[in-house]
Nanobody
């Protein structure tokens, strides 16, 4: 089992920045990728960014150039730096971990609200 705990969400004005953190614990040696999803009210959950165990990252088109995913393997933590935030980035953000190609582990979710 893997446990994921997110932190760092909150309320920010348009154009502002936030950094989300996700601390992983448990059977983390089985994890080969970690990522961030988000779900806005009335919308499906979507993949925002993912990073492989080797450090390769991918982003949704809507966040490219604004968001950066990174990981600290020594601390078993993954980060999502979010810059130039827009109201449409408002959502619950979920940390996820993949084992064998399947996103099998999820955090509890954290609210990010972008509003003036």
């Amino acid at each position: 089992q893997v446990q994921l705990v997110e932190s760092g969400g909150g309320l920010v004005q348009p154009g502002g920045s936030l950094r989300l953190s996700c601390a992983a614990s448990g059977s983390i040696l089985s994890i080969n990728a970690m990522g961030w999803y988000r779900q806005a009210p009335g919308k499906q959950r979507e993949l925002v960014a993912r990073i492989s165990s080797g450090g390769r990252s991918n982003y949704a088109d809507s966040v490219k150039g604004r968001f950066t995913i990174s990981r600290d393997n020594a601390k078993n933590t993954v980060f999502l730096q979010m810059n130039s935030l827009k109201p449409e980035d408002t959502a619950i953000y979920y940390c996820a971990a993949a084992e064998g190609g399947s996103w099998g582990y999820w955090g509890q979710g954290i609210q990010v609200t972008v509003s003036s």
